[in-house]
């Protein structure tokens, strides 16, 4: 996101630059090469805070699962039903879910566990597996 700060700053600049005068519409006159040169590089720093989002927006968090939700989908016609993660994929799945904002669905299964739905299939937090670990997926049948 851009920071607020950042975008307050450079709306007042550039609100600051309207001439001012008596009968004078707003916009209408000259700027100096300074105020000019102050503008682009406002714009320029807008555009690298924007950039800098789009960057962090990735879908590297959620990439080894989608690969195995995909790989299922072709062998069945259909998502998997559940996926077991250990907490650091759960974790990582959590903050891509809050990072762009996407809505969280909790919850438990029957025995317990918590689960976390990515698209059709829930994740299934097993804290007693290794670090990085994502089980075949499974259908509730």
């Known amino acids: 996101m851009i920071d607020r700060r950042s975008l307050l700053t450079a709306g ?3 609100g600051a630059l309207a001439p001012a005068g008596e009968g004078t519409a707003y916009g209408a006159g000259q ?5 000019a ?37 072709k062998a069945n016609n259909k998502f998997p039903d559940f996926i077991d993660v250990s907490a650091d994929i759960w974790m990582s799945v959590y903050d891509w879910h809050v990072r762009l904002q996407q809505p969280l669905t909790l919850g438990r299964d029957s025995t317990g566990r918590y689960t976390l739905m990515l698209g ?22």
């Open 12 to 14: 007042g600049l550039l």
């Open 37 to 73: 040169a102050d503008v682009v590089t406002a714009l320029q720093k807008i555009s690298s805070a924007m950039s800098a989002v789009a960057a962090h927006e990735s879908f590297e968090a959620i990439l080894p699962l989608r690969n195995r939700q995909v790989e299922y989908l």
């Open 120 to 141: 059709f299939t829930a994740l299934v937090l097993r804290p007693d597996v290794a670090s990085n670990f994502i089980s075949g997926p499974y259908d509730n049948r």
């Open 31 to 35: 700027m100096s090469d300074r105020a």
